[in-house]
Antibody, heavy 116, light 107 residues
Framework: EVQLAESGGGLVQPGGSLRLSCAAS????????MSWVRQGPGTGLEWVAN????????YYVDSVEGRFTISRDNAKNSLYLQMNSLRAEDTAVYYC?????????WGQGALVTVSS | IVLTQSPGTLSLSPGERATLSCRAS???????LGWYQQQPGQAPRLLIY???SRATGIPDRFSGSGSGTDFSLTISRVEPEDFAVYYC?????????FGQGTKVEIK
């Protein structure tokens, strides 16, 4: 059974930084693209970033380009999202998801709140 | 690509048929469109990919159709567990984009 578990969420001040982690099990992690998808309070879903299996290609939505960095450690079956220069509008639940173009497995989400 | 879902809310009784619409601002490459169901407090669940293929374990009362810019999700007979929010998503172009969602609620 595929399991994805996010951690690292919390409250951070505007302009601050936070690093999310996603621990994966039940899949050959090193062979899959992975994505981060977020959902603001009471709002819809927004794809944030994805990363190729070997980490050589990364893509971002415009609103986070230059502020967020997606990475992975295949030896640890882990996905990461480094978030810098955080803004109030980045407040959301952040999900990691297996990316097969659609997202067929999701974690339970990590809440990130950006507020002073 | 901007995806616009309609209606915003659909009020139905169990056993009724549900038809949800998703319209794209430009043609979706190769009909690369998916549908998701999200229950309150839970992560989304993949229902449909490739516009019309059911994901693993999805009941056959869920069906997807459409091409180009107009797509739909149909629930043939709504069961109590189907009351939720539904999202469409295109994956033919980056950035991947989602519709704003349709809430299916109990009438």
């Amino acid at each position: 059974e595929v399991q994805l578990a996010e951690s690292g969420g919390g409250l951070v001040q505007p302009g601050g930084s936070l690093r999310l982690s996603c621990a994966a099990s039940g899949l050959t992690f090193s062979t899959y693209w992975m994505s981060w998808v977020r959902q603001g309070p009471g709002t819809g879903l927004e794809w944030v970033a994805n990363i190729k299996p070997d980490g050589s290609e990364k893509y971002y939505v415009d609103s986070v380009e230059g502020r967020f960095t997606i990475s992975r450690d295949n030896a640890k079956n882990s996905l990461y999202l480094q978030m810098n220069s955080l803004r109030a509008e980045d407040t959301a639940v952040y999900y990691c998801a297996r990316d097969i173009s659609v997202f067929d497995h999701w974690g339970q989400g990590a809440l990130v709140t950006v507020s002073s | 690509i901007v995806l616009t879902q309609s209606p915003g809310t659909l009020s139905l009784s169990p056993g009724e048929r549900a038809t949800l619409s998703c319209r794209a601002s430009q043609s979706v490459t190769s009909n690369y469109l998916g549908w998701y169901q999200q229950q309150p407090g839970q992560a989304p669940r993949l229902l449909i990919y490739g516009a019309s293929s059911r994901a693993t374990g999805i009941p056959d009362r869920f069906s997807g159709s459409g091409s180009g810019t107009d797509f739909s999700l149909t629930i043939s007979r709504v069961e109590p567990e189907d009351f939720a929010v539904y999202y469409c998503q295109q994956y033919g172009n980056l950035p991947r984009t989602f519709g704003q969602g349709t809430k299916v609620e109990i009438k």
